[in-house]
T-cell receptor, first 114, second 110 residues
Framework: DGGITQSPKYLFRKEGQNVTLSCEQN?????MYWYRQDPGQGLRLIYY???????QKGDIAEGYSVSREKKESFPLTVTSAQKNPTAFYLC?????????????FGSGTRLTVV | GQQLNQSPQSMFIQEGEDVSMNCTSS?????WLWYKQDPGEGPVLLIA?????ELTSNGRLTAQFGITRKDSFLNISASIPSDVGIYFC??????????FGKGTRLSVIA
């Protein structure tokens, strides 16, 4: 079955460390997205990519970095510059770039800074 | 960025009751979507609306795309315990990614 896989499900990070969250899809979708979810805040866009080797900043990109070397993969690195990284991170994908409404989401990674 | 105002923030209802929630924006959207999120999981698409005035149903769920293209509502009829979760509206306009509301947390009391 096609889908979008995020790993790990839970991640603990010490302050000052970088950490990379994985997102892989086998839906042959062109576009991929990273959202951050905090309680009561909804989903806020971090980065998105419409094609391989290209990506754009979302509303809260500071302290994060991404790469899109393959169509199937869109890893997110939470750097030590992100002051409040504890959150639930959701990856999504869609066909035909951002013009298509239906996003498919992964099951998320919960990052906790200890 | 653009913002969607979703209300209510939370609801506590008795099993069997109907539920209504809505989303408004100061901007026009071309597409309205409604998602449901179970605890610890990613959101799942419930209904997609593509035309102003469109009314669409999916089982006990009904959603409408407002005539002004600045609002949408979702109704759930005869709620059941598995309806518990967070419901998000989302809007799409032009060549920008989906914008999400802050969610409505639904609790169903059996």
């Amino acid at each position: 079955d096609g889908g979008i896989t995020q790993s790990p499900k839970y991640l603990f990070r010490k302050e000052g460390q970088n950490v990379t969250l994985s997102c892989e899809q086998n839906l042959n979708h062109d576009a991929m997205y990273w959202y951050r979810q905090d309680p009561g805040q909804g989903l806020r866009l971090i980065y998105y990519s419409q094609i391989v080797n290209d990506f754009q900043k979302g509303d809260i990109a500071e302290g994060y970095s991404v790469s899109r070397e393959k169509k199937e993969s869109f890893p997110l690195t939470v750097t030590s510059a992100q002051k409040n990284p504890t959150a639930f991170y959701l990856c999504a994908s869609s066909r035909q770039g951002v013009l298509t409404g239906g996003y498919t989401f992964g099951s998320g990674t919960r990052l906790t800074v200890v | 960025g653009q913002q969607l105002n979703q209300s209510p923030q939370s609801m506590f209802i008795q099993e069997g009751e109907d539920v209504s929630m809505n989303c408004t924006s100061s901007s026009i959207f071309n597409t309205w979507l409604w998602y449901k999120q179970d605890p610890g999981e990613g959101p799942v698409l419930l209904i997609a609306l593509y035309k102003a005035g469109e009314l669409t149903s999916n089982g006990r769920l009904t959603a409408q795309f407002g005539i002004t293209r600045k609002d949408s509502f979702l109704n759930i009829s005869a709620s059941i315990p598995s309806d518990v979760g967070i419901y998000f509206c989302a809007g799409l306009s032009g060549n920008t990614p989906l914008v999400f509301g802050k969610g409505t947390r639904l609790s169903v009391i059996a």
